[in-house]
């Protein structure tokens, strides 16, 4: 029945990012080392986004243009790029997340 079917809002593929979203991920990138960004796919209730985490395990996620655009994004500021799918998480993201919570 057509009554339930859902439409997407940008038409069946990523939304895009907004500038505070780039900006915020760019802040990030200019203010820590040793940034690496994983690339989240896009899920049935989020768009893709993409991770950014520094040498430390400090991390930060947004919203961005597809896998394409997490891609050109990391090249045009100079990180790698990882398919966090194919690479998982790497454990100073782990690490941080659990000293935070020792710190709670």
Do not use: C
């Not at 802040?27 to 430390?56: K, N, S």
């Not at 990391?74 to 194919?86: F, N």
Request: a positive charge; aromatic letters at 8%.
């Amino acid at each position: 029945m057509a009554w339930f079917r859902r439409r997407s809002k940008s038409g069946g593929g990523d939304r895009p990012a907004n500038r505070a979203d780039l900006e915020h991920l760019e802040q990030f990138i200019r203010t820590r080392r040793g940034v690496e960004a994983f690339i989240e796919p896009r899920t049935t209730v989020t768009e893709t986004t993409i991770v950014l985490i520094a040498h430390d395990g400090e991390w930060t996620r947004r919203r961005i243009d597809g896998p394409e655009g997490a891609r050109r994004f990391g090249h045009r500021l100079g990180i790698p790029v990882y398919d966090v799918a194919l690479v998982g998480y790497p454990k100073r993201m782990r690490e941080f997340n659990e000293r935070r919570k020792q710190a709670n």
